[in-house]
């Protein structure tokens, strides 16, 4: 059965960072793009980073261009979001999701996606 799980959300002070991973189960990651999107209370969902099949990774939020990066370790079948320098704009609720299809492309819209994680929390306050 294929499973994504996100971990790593935390409550963090402003200028802060975080690691949140995504782990699965049931597919090999190393064979999919994975996006990053994150959802605050009474926003919609935006698609922040994507990483390809062959590990290029796009941004496509402004907003955390040069504080965040997306990595993959295919040996742990994890793909990771790195955040730095958080700021309360960032609190949300963040997920992981896989495209499944077999062009390979990067997208930053949740349509694009095939599967998705429930989840972790982000908060960002002092």
């Known amino acids: 059965q294929f499973q994504l799980v996100e971990s790593g959300g935390a409550l963090v002070q402003p200028g802060g960072s975080l690691r949140l991973s995504c782990a699965a189960s049931?597919?090999?990651?190393?064979?999919?793009?994975i996006g990053w999107f994150r959802q605050a209370p009474g926003r919609e969902r935006e698609g922040l980073l994507c990483i390809s099949r062959s590990g290029i990774a796009t941004t496509y939020q402004d907003s955390v261009k040069g504080r965040s990066t997306i990595s993959r370790d295919n040996a742990k079948n994890t793909v990771y979001l790195q955040m730095n320098s958080l700021k309360p704009e960032d609190t949300a609720l963040y997920y992981c999701?896989?495209?499944?299809?077999?062009?390979?492309?990067?997208?930053?819209?949740?349509?694009?996606?095939?599967?998705w994680g429930r989840g972790t929390q982000v908060t960002v306050s002092s």
């Open positions: 999701a896989v495209r499944v299809r077999p062009d390979g492309y990067c997208s930053g819209v949740a349509a694009a996606y095939d599967y």
């Open positions: 049931g597919v090999s990651l190393a064979n999919h793009v």
